[in-house]
């Protein structure tokens, strides 16, 4: 007897329609879990290096309660996305840079890693098995979700005896809800990341303590909260999960990443793509009296991609910004999401192609 209910996560359920894709209102995603069929996992034990690694059904993990990442947040984590092309093939958008990210991470945290060409694998994998769950063209992505855990136990603090390197997907829309440009508040009471701390690598940590500031900054109408450097709190930093960049005449100006910034692979990209059509990109230190004159804000992110900032409230100061198709951040976007999607030639070699995705 057919069940009544299919879980969402069914691997043999096709679409009534067409077998390609899952059965997913791609009109209706945000960035929320959809869970899909499989994930990858690979473990490495004290003193060995990862294991080959295997496609399994997605589901929860066995875990230590005394595990480094339930303890003592010993985790780092990347996004990355799968994106459609009109002909049906999906891509990557610069794989490589999670790779060694996630090693500069583990790095920081004393967690062994996987090499580039594993990373890289494991991320292909768990696309290509969950394929028909990557939208179609123009309707969103497959957004990947490499983790790196300390999985085994380790009661006195230090590295974990056991690693575990697991990726899962789920296909997204747009981060922030609506079309408009983001409102931002400046935070001048809580800080995202110190000097010498972990705000500069992906670990697990720097994220539970924004949520409290960010629910409030929502709470009061706000999309999201403009952090300032913990050091002096004159200086603009990032947005709780993407990048900053503010725009006066032809600078484009971001902070540079000196161990509080979280090295953005889509900010990276950006300051390339201004280069190419004549603005100065700079990284350095951005005063937050900047704001008041610039004459565009916008942030960056693979969540986000480029997206305008409308306002921004700092003090009891609102400061609006241009946003719309004259906009520079529209620009940007349709050059980054142009090359993401195969509209636009993609002269640096940024896409990496995941073979056997069609069809
Ligand atoms: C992941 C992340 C970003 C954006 O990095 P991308 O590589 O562009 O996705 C920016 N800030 C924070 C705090 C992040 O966690």
Request: charged letters at 20%.
């Amino acid at each position: 007897m057919a069940p009544a209910v299919h879980p969402p996560s069914s691997p043999a359920l096709p679409s009534d329609s067409d077998e390609r894709y899952a059965n997913v209102k791609w009109e209706e995603l945000g960035f929320a879990l959809t869970p899909t069929d499989y994930m990858y996992v690979a473990k490495c034990q004290k003193g060995e290096s990862f294991s080959e690694g295997k496609i399994v059904p997605y589901g929860n993990i066995d875990i230590s309660p005394c595990s480094a990442i339930l303890n003592y947040g010993q985790g780092l984590f990347e996004g990355l996305k799968a994106y459609r092309t009109e002909d049906g093939r999906c891509r990557l958008f610069r794989p490589d840079q999670n790779a060694l990210r996630m090693k500069m991470g583990a790095e920081r945290l004393c967690m062994a890693y996987p090499s580039l060409e594993q990373f890289i694998s494991a991320v292909k994998q768990t696309a290509l098995a969950n394929k028909r769950w990557v939208p179609p063209p123009g309707k969103g992505t497959l957004y990947l979700r490499p983790l790196l855990i300390g999985s085994g136990p380790a009661l006195g603090i230090g590295p974990a005896p056991e690693f575990t390197l697991c990726v899962y997907a789920s296909p997204v829309g747009s981060y922030h809800k609506g079309t408009s440009g983001l409102n931002l508040k400046v935070d001048h009471k809580n800080h995202r990341a110190h000097s010498g701390g972990t705000g500069g690598v992906k670990s697990c940590t720097n994220y539970s303590p924004i949520v409290k500031p960010l629910l409030e900054a929502k709470s009061s109408g706000f999309s999201d909260v403009l952090f300032l450097d913990a050091a002096t709190g004159r200086n603009i930093e990032e947005v709780s999960a993407c990048n900053i960049f503010v725009v006066k005449g032809n600078a484009v100006s971001t902070p540079a990443t000196s161990g509080t910034i979280l090295p953005g692979i889509t900010r990276k990209s950006i300051i390339d793509l201004a280069r190419d059509i004549g603005f100065r990109a700079e990284e350095r230190v951005v005063p937050v009296e900047e704001l008041l004159d610039a004459d565009e804000v916008f942030c960056t992110g693979t969540a986000v991609v480029v997206r305008a900032v409308e306002t921004i409230t700092f003090m009891d100061k609102k400061i609006e910004y241009k946003t719309g198709s004259e906009a520079l951040s529209t620009k940007l976007y349709e050059m980054l999401t142009g090359i993401q999607t195969g509209r636009l030639e993609d002269t640096r070699g940024w896409m990496v192609e995941i073979d056997g995705c069609n069809g």
